[in-house]
């Protein structure tokens, strides 16, 4: 069965620095998803894409964090300038269609750990 | 504010015996639902979604109702197994909104041999 496959699946990383955490969706999917979660907490919607565009961004998602698909094959999520508090699981998913009639399918999450 | 909750933070049940897994949303307008299982060190996964315009829907072993009077959904899972054991959350959606899918709290189902 596909599955969205996302690496790495620990990142250490100090604070101030950037990060790039990558995500390889279900290759027929046109919608990609980043979502994270913070140790114990529920799962945080950041953003969806869809047409090399942003579809919904949250308050989370500000002028750190950035998303792009630089081939036909990769969706990176990209942090700026790393806090603490960023520290979280982060979540890749992906579906046909944005419009709730095909499921999102999640990756396995990359562990974010800032120092 | 819109959100998704949790009645109950951790269910113990006795394999072979049926599971209730219940949800409170907040946000009227809601098109649909979905039940997502995350099992340890594993993405949410799949199991059941219903539309707004639905009461009842059934899977395999899994049955999600949803009381659109109360705002509540449920997840019954028929003769519960010990790979039932995980944490399961539900999680809504609104059709304009991009598939933004506002997920509850979860709760942690344990199935006893």
């Known amino acids: 069965e596909p599955e969205v496959t996302q690496t790495p699946s620990h990142q250490v990383t100090q604070m101030g620095q950037e990060v790039i955490l990558r995500c390889v969706p279900i290759?027929?999917?046109?919608?990609f998803y980043w979502y994270r979660q913070i140790l114990g907490q529920k799962v945080e919607f950041l953003v969806s894409?869809?047409?090399?565009?942003?579809?919904?961004k949250s308050e989370i998602f500000d002028d750190q964090f950035s998303v792009e698909r630089p081939d036909g094959s990769n969706f990176t999520l990209k942090i700026r300038s790393t806090k603490l508090e960023d520290s979280a699981m982060y979540f890749c998913?992906?579906?046909?269609?944005?419009?709730?009639?095909?499921?999102?399918?999640f990756g396995d999450g990359t562990r974010l750990s800032i120092l | 504010g819109e959100s998704v909750g949790l009645h109950l933070p951790t269910l113990s049940v006795q394999e072979g015996d049926n599971s209730i897994i219940n949800c409170a949303y907040s946000?009227?307008?809601?098109?649909?639902f979905i039940w997502y299982k995350q099992e340890s060190g594993k993405g949410p996964q799949f199991i059941i979604d219903i539309r707004s315009n639905m009461d009842k829907r059934q899977g395999q072993r899994v049955t999600v109702l949803l009381n659109k009077t109360v705002k509540h959904l449920s997840l019954q899972i028929a003769a519960t197994q010990p790979g039932d054991s995980a944490v399961y959350f539900c999680?809504?959606?609104?059709?304009?909104?991009?598939?933004?899918?506002?997920f509850g709290q979860g709760t942690e189902l344990s199935v006893k041999p």
């Open positions: 894409f869809y047409n090399n565009e942003i579809s919904e």
């Open positions: 999680a809504e959606g609104t059709y304009n909104q991009g598939g933004k899918l506002i």
């Open positions: 290759s027929n999917h046109l919608y």
């Open positions: 998913a992906s579906s046909e269609s944005g419009h709730g009639n095909q499921p999102q399918h």
């Open positions: 946000n009227s307008a809601s098109d649909y």
